[in-house]
């Protein structure tokens, strides 16, 4: 069951981020890492085009209330997102009475590989627990994207099975299903 959520008036904290509702001002460093060809791609979007298709993904974000922005606080720029993402994936039937989400993520690719993914979604996993009660997340990489693998595994999810995700565009790509649980 998908458990609810509402970050709009949520801020967490690691070393390196600040994680918080996005705003409208954020839009270009939105589009500064949404618009390069293979950031989005890797999560099952294709790359923005516009800064009009970035802002209607901004206007999306704040209204759902479930996707943070990841903030440098070295440079005090957006770098990514952090989703608490509905589960789209059909878990067993261990997982119909307990709560949970979906978790995703994305990050410019400048800063690809320096540990910061995992410094963030660490910090989103320890929020969804402790503080949204949650009894699990999954979550969900496509077979050749092993930066997303690596974040995964260092943040202790468990591989669950081999999937075949939908993508925004309507493709579909072998994928592997992870599970975290509460304990």
Known sequence: MNG???ISNVILETERLILRPWEEKDLEDLFSYASVEGVGERAGWTHHKSREESLKVLKEFIKEKKTFALVLKSSNKVIGSIGLEVCRSSLGEEYNTLVGR???YVLHKDFWGQGI????VKRVIEYSF???NY???SCVHYTYNNQSRRVIEKCGFTFYRDI???TRYGTF??????ILINK
Not at 117 to 120: A, K
């Open 173 to 178: 790509e072998d994928s592997r299903l992870y």
């Open 4 to 6: 609810p959520v509402d």
């Open 164 to 166: 075949k995700s939908r």
């Open 117 to 120: 993914m995992t410094e963030g």
């Open 135 to 137: 009894d699990f997340l």
């Open 102 to 104: 979906d978790i995703g």
């Open 130 to 132: 402790k503080d949204l």
